[in-house]
C-alpha cells in the first residue's frame, strides 16, 4: 500500500486464499519448468525455507501432462490456459460419460455445463491444482462405464490414464475423492453386471490393475512426495485442529440452496464459516433437475448410486461420528485435510442426478410436481426463517447480518421462480421444451457467472509479478544469499521464489519438520514441537528487539539483505540506527519508502569450520545453538563424532568460493591451511550427494538442520548434486508401469483389428 509507485492496492486481491496462486503455485510451476527447460529434472527448490524438495511437495505438478503448455507459451500466458482448460476439459469429460449412461445428447450437454462451472470447481477456479485434478473422474468412470459394455480392456486403460493424470494435477485431497468414487463405480458395475458372486470375484481380481497401473504411472511422483511426508510436519497437532475446524456446519448446508446465504467475501460482507471450504452450491437449475431425477426415476440403480454416494459424503463433510472415523483411524491424506471438501462428490452425484431429470422432462415427458413443490417449502422456509429471526431470542443476536442474507437469497429466488416457470411452459407447450432447454442452459450460465465473477479475482496482467526498482536491485547482488523483510517490508513467503530470490522462510503444506522446528525456536530459543501447518517464520520484532536465538539464525543462515520500508519516505540517507544498530546492519540502499541494509554478522553461505563440537539430543542442540556464549561464528554443533578430525579452536573460519549454484547442484571450491568442515546453510535431506575432488564424501547434519562436508587442508574442488533414491526408483518404477500400459493398448488394438 502505496510503496509500488503506479500500482493500486485495491486492484488485485479480493478472494479468500491468501493468494495461493501467487504464494505458491505458481511460482513453483514456473520455476520447475524453468529446470526442465534448463536440461534437469525440478527435485529441489532453493529459494524458500532455506532449500526443500519442488517435486516432492506434490502440488508443484511436475509432471502433469498439461504442463506442455509451458513450453509452447510464454509461463504467463500458459497459466493463463491452464486456468482457462478447466471448465472446458470438465465439459468434455462429464459430457461424454453422461452419454455413456445411456442418457440423451441433452441430458449429457446439460451436466457438462453444470460440471464444468459447480461450486468446488469455481471457488478453487484460480488454483488449477484443485480443477485439474477434479476434472479427471468422469473420464475415469466413462472408461469403467464403457469396459462393462464391451468388455474391451482399452477403456480400463482409459481409466488408468485419467487416474494418473489426477495424481499428477497436483491436488492429493481432490485426486483421494476421484481414485475413491471411482473404485465404489467399479464395485457397483461389477455387482450390477453378473449375480454370480464367484464371478464377481474373479472379475474384480483380474481387472484390479485399472487401480494398481495409476499407482506405477505416478510412483515418479509418488515416492518421493511419501519420503517428504514422513519427514514433514503434516502430523501436528494444528492439522487436527483444521480438521476439526472444516468439518461442515449443518447451517451451512443452505449453501445448497443460497450460495451467499452467509455472505461473500469477495465483497466483504461474509458473517459465519469459510466460504470456499463449506460451498454446497452447484446451481439452482441443477436441484430441481435433480429432484426431478431422482423422484422419476427411482427404479434406476444408477440414480440410487449416485444419491447414495451423494447421502455419504455429506455425511463424512459433517460433524458426524462418519467423518471422525477418518482421523481415528489415521487414513493418509484425509484426516489432515478440510473434510468439508468431499462436497465435490456430493456436487458432481447431483449434477449426474440433474441429467436423469432433464431426461425425464424432456424424454419421458414426467413431471413430479410433487419434487416441485418441496422445493418451494424449502425456499419458503429459508425466507420465513430470514423474516421472523429478528423476533426469536436465539437468533435476535443475528439481525445485523440478515440484510446481507436477504439481499443475497433474491437471485437464487429468482432462479428457482424462472426455472418452474420454464418448467411449467413447457409441460403445457410440448413442442417448445427443446427451446426451452437450452433456456435452462442460458439460466444456469447466468447464475454461475454471476457466481463466478463476484468471487473471482480478476486483474490486467501488468499486475502479475510486475518489475519493481527493490526488486531489480535485489537481484543485481550477489546471489544466493537470503533476503529478509522487517514489519510492514515483510516478504509474503515463496514470493521471493518468483524473482529467484532466497528467503529463510516458506509456505507448503510439506515443510521439512525439522527445519520449522529450528525457526520456530527463534521465538521461545527452545525445541518447540507445536508448529504451524504450513508456515515456517522467523520471530516477528524489530530490529533492536530481536531475540538472540534470531539474530543466531540470522547469522547462520546467512540472511545478509535486510528490507525495510519507511512510511516517512525520507529525501536524505536516513539509516535510523536507533532501530536497526550499527554494530549489526548498514544501510546500503535507499529510494523512496524502501531501504535495503547489509546484516554485517552474516556467515556467507558456503563457509569452511575447524571447531565443532558433538551433541546428540535435538533439545540440547538447540540449547546450546542459543546460549548467549557459544560462539556459533566460528563453532559447527554436529550430531555424530568423527574420528579422523578434531576441533581446532585457535583456527578462525575461512570463506569458500561457490562456483556454480543451480537447484539441484552445487560446486564449491575450498582452500585451506588445516582439516576442517565445510559447512553449507542449506537444508540436510535424504539424497544429497557430495563429492571431494571427484571421491564420495559422506554429508553430515550441523546446527540442527544444515549441511557439513569434512574436508583435509588444501584446495579441494566439492561438488553436491540432489538425486534422491524415491525418485530413482519411482522413475523406474513410473518406466516399467508405461511399458505395461503400451502393451496392453498393443494388445487390444490386435483384439480389435481381429
Sequence with gaps: SGGWIGYSPWTTHKEFIAADVVRQLFPWRDLAMEIFKSGQIPLWNPYAFSGYPLLANFQSAVFYPLNILFFIFESKIAWIIYILLQPILAFIFMYIFV??????RYAALFCGVLFGFTGYFAVWFELGVVGHSGLWLPLALFGITNYFKSNSSKFLLLSSIALSCSIFAGHTQTTAYVVLTTFLYYIFCIISSTTNYVKSIKIFISRSWVFLLPLGITAIQILPSLELLQLSARNVPESLEIFHRFQLPYSHILTIFAPDFFGNPAVGNLW??????????????????????????????LVYFFL????FSMLFALPTPFSDVLVNLHVPVLDTSSPARILFIFQFSFIILS??????????????????????????SIWTFTIVSPLIPQTASLVQFFHVTKRNLLIPTFVLAITLIFIYFGSKNKKYKIIIFFCFIIL???EYQYFMYKFSPFSPLKYFFPEHPLISYLQNKTPPHRIYGYDIARIETNLLTQWRLFSPEGYDALYIKR?????????????????MRSDTLLQESMPI??????????????????????????????????NFPSDRFSLIYQEYKWKVYENKNAIPKATVFYDFIVEKESKKIIETLFKKDFPYSSKLILEETLDNILPNKNEPTTSAKIILYKPNEIKIETDTKTDGFLFLSDNYYPGWSAYVDNMPARIYRANYTFKAIPIKAGRHSVYLNYIP??????????????????????????????
Design 444 to 446: 444456469s450460465s447466468f
Design 308 to 311: 447414495i454416494l451423494a447421502g
Design 725 to 754: 533414491q524415491s525418485f530413482t526408483n519411482g522413475a523406474l518404477i513410473s518406466m516399467l508401469s508405461l511399458i505395461i500400459t503400451s502393451f496392453i493398448l498393443l494388445k487390444t488394438n490386435k483384439k480389435t483389428k481381429e
Design 99 to 104: 452419454r455413456s449412461l445411456s442418457l440423451s
Design 515 to 531: 527445519y520449522g522446528e529450528l525457526l520456530n525456536a527463534s521465538n521461545s530459543e527452545k525445541l518447540n514441537k507445536g508448529l
Design 545 to 578: 528487539n530481536d531475540s538472540n536465538a534470531k539474530r543466531v539464525l540470522m547469522d547462520i543462515m546467512d540472511i545478509r539483505y535486510i528490507v525495510y520500508k519507511d512510511e516517512l519516505a525520507p529525501t536524505i540517507w536516513s539509516p535510523q540506527e536507533w
Design 272 to 301: 459465519k464459516g469459510n466460504y470456499g471450504e463449506f460451498m454446497g452450491y452447484f446451481g439452482i437449475v441443477a436441484l430441481v433437475f435433480s429432484f426431478i431425477g431422482f423422484l422419476c426415476q427411482r427404479k434406476n440403480k
Design 355 to 380: 441429467g436423469f431429470g432433464i431426461d425425464s422432462y424432456l424424454v419421458k415427458k414426467q413431471i413430479p410436481w410433487k419434487s416441485i413443490f418441496l422445493l418451494v417449502v424449502i425456499y419458503m
